[in-house]
C-alpha cells in the first residue's frame, strides 16, 4: 500500500472539509501576492512593491537633486519672479526646470493646469503636443481634440489626449503656463554642485519664504510611507493565514480520531512510525501547496483588477516578480507541514491495541 496515495485519496474523501481548511490558506497566501494594493498576502507585497516602484519611477524621471518651492507657511502655492530670479542665480545650482501648476473650477469639476518642459512625460495616446487632457477630463468634462478651454482669459485648443490620471487634467507648454499664471512657478528643480543636503540648508538660509527638498529625502518619504501600509497590511494578511493555519491543525487532528482504527491496522501490519507520520505530513503538506497555489492565483488576478483601477498597469510585471509566487507557494506548504508535526507525532504514537479497539 502507498502511504502517499493514501494521504491523496483522504483529501479525495473529505472535499468540503478539505476546501474549508484551504481556504483560509488561500486568503492569506492571496494577500501576500495582492499588496504591493493586499486583498490576499500576495495582493499586498504585489500591490505595495508595484506602487512604491511606480512613485520611484516617477521621481527618477526628474534628473534632480533638489526641489525648491514655496514654504507651507506661507500661503501661496506659486513662487513669484523675484523668488524664481533669486533662485537661478544662485551659483551652486544648474541645469533649472520650472513647472507651474494651478486649478480652476469647470462646470462645478475641479481641473488642474500644468506645465510640461519634456512632452514624453505626458504620455499622449491620440493627437499631438500643445494642450494635452487626459482621459480624466475626457470622461467629466466631455473635452476632445479640437474642443475649446477658456482659462484665466486664454482661449485654448485641445491637440491631443494623455493616459488617465486620478484626476482631470490639461498639460500645455511649460512657459505658456508660467504666463497665464502671472510669471509664477510652482517648483524649480535644479542640480546642485556639491552635496544636495548642504546646498539645500544653504539655498534656505540665502532665499526666504521656500521649502527645499531633496531627491533622496523624497524617496526616504515614499519608502517611510509605503514600509508603513506593507507593515499594516502584512498585519492583518498574517491573522489570515493564521487562521488558515490553525485550520490545518484542527483538520489533520479530526482525520487522525477518525482515522485510528485504519492507523492501527497499518501499523498492525507493518508500517513504522515514521511511514505514518511521513503520511499525516504529506497530507497536511498537499493542503498547503494547493492553498498556496489557488491562493497565488487569486492574488494575480487581484492585482491585475486593482492595479488597473489605479492606473498602475505599466507596473503589473513588476507586481509579480518570480521569487514572490515562489516564496508564497512554497511558505504556505512548509508552514503546513509544521502545522501537521503535532497531528503527525500523535498518529505515530498510537498504540497498536488501542487503536483496533477504537470504533
Do not use: C
Not at 117 to 125: G, H, P, R
Request: charged share 20%; glycine share 8%.
Amino acid at each position: 500500500m502507498d502511504l502517499y496515495k493514501l494521504a491523496l485519496n483522504n483529501i479525495r474523501r473529505r472535499k468540503l472539509r478539505s476546501a474549508l481548511t484551504m481556504l483560509g490558506i488561500i486568503i492569506g497566501a492571496a494577500d501576500r501576492k495582492s499588496t504591493r494594493l493586499n486583498s490576499s498576502h500576495t495582493d499586498i507585497l504585489g500591490l505595495t512593491a508595484g506602487t512604491t516602484t511606480a512613485i520611484k519611477d516617477e521621481t527618477n524621471a526628474y534628473m534632480y537633486d533638489i526641489a525648491i518651492s514655496p514654504e507651507s507657511t506661507s500661503g501661496n502655492y506659486l513662487m513669484d519672479s523675484q523668488t524664481i530670479s533669486k533662485v537661478e542665480k544662485l551659483s551652486n545650482l544648474h541645469d533649472f526646470r520650472e513647472v507651474t501648476a494651478f486649478s480652476e473650477d469647470m462646470n462645478s469639476t475641479k481641473l488642474f493646469f500644468e506645465g510640461v518642459n519634456n512632452w514624453k512625460d505626458a504620455k499622449i495616446i491620440n493627437g499631438t503636443q500643445g494642450v494635452v487632457v487626459n482621459q480624466e477630463a475626457v470622461a467629466k468634462l466631455g473635452y476632445g481634440i479640437g474642443s475649446k478651454i477658456t482659462v484665466k482669459g486664454k482661449e485654448l485648443t485641445v491637440t491631443g489626449i494623455s493616459k488617465e490620471a486620478q484626476a482631470p487634467y490639461v498639460y500645455i507648454d511649460q512657459a505658456t503656463a508660467r504666463q497665464m499664471a502671472g510669471d509664477q512657478v510652482a517648483v524649480i528643480y535644479a542640480s546642485t554642485d556639491g552635496d544636495p543636503k548642504t546646498v539645500a540648508d544653504q539655498v534656505k538660509k540665502q532665499i526666504n519664504g521656500v521649502s527645499v527638498e531633496t531627491k533622496s529625502d523624497k524617496v526616504k518619504e515614499i519608502q517611510e510611507m509605503t514600509d508603513q501600509a506593507l507593515l499594516f497590511m502584512g498585519f492583518i494578511a498574517s491573522i489570515a493565514l493564521l487562521v488558515g493555519i490553525i485550520s490545518v491543525i484542527n483538520t489533520m487532528l479530526i482525520s487522525v480520531m477518525e482515522r485510528t482504527r485504519e492507523l492501527g491496522v497499518l501499523k498492525a501490519i507493518g508500517f513504522t512510525n515514521w511511514e505514518i507520520k511521513g503520511s499525516i505530513l504529506f497530507e497536511s503538506g498537499l493542503l498547503g501547496f494547493f492553498g498556496g497555489i489557488i491562493g497565488v492565483i487569486l492574488g494575480i488576478i487581484g492585482i491585475y483588477v486593482v492595479a488597473n483601477a489605479l492606473k498602475l498597469a505599466d507596473y503589473i510585471p513588476g507586481m509579480m516578480p518570480v521569487w514572490l509566487i515562489l516564496g508564497v507557494i512554497a511558505g504556505a506548504t512548509i508552514l503546513s507541514v509544521l502545522a501537521g508535526l503535532y497531528p503527525a507525532t500523535k498518529a505515530s504514537k498510537l498504540q497498536v491495541v488501542e487503536a483496533l479497539r477504537n470504533d
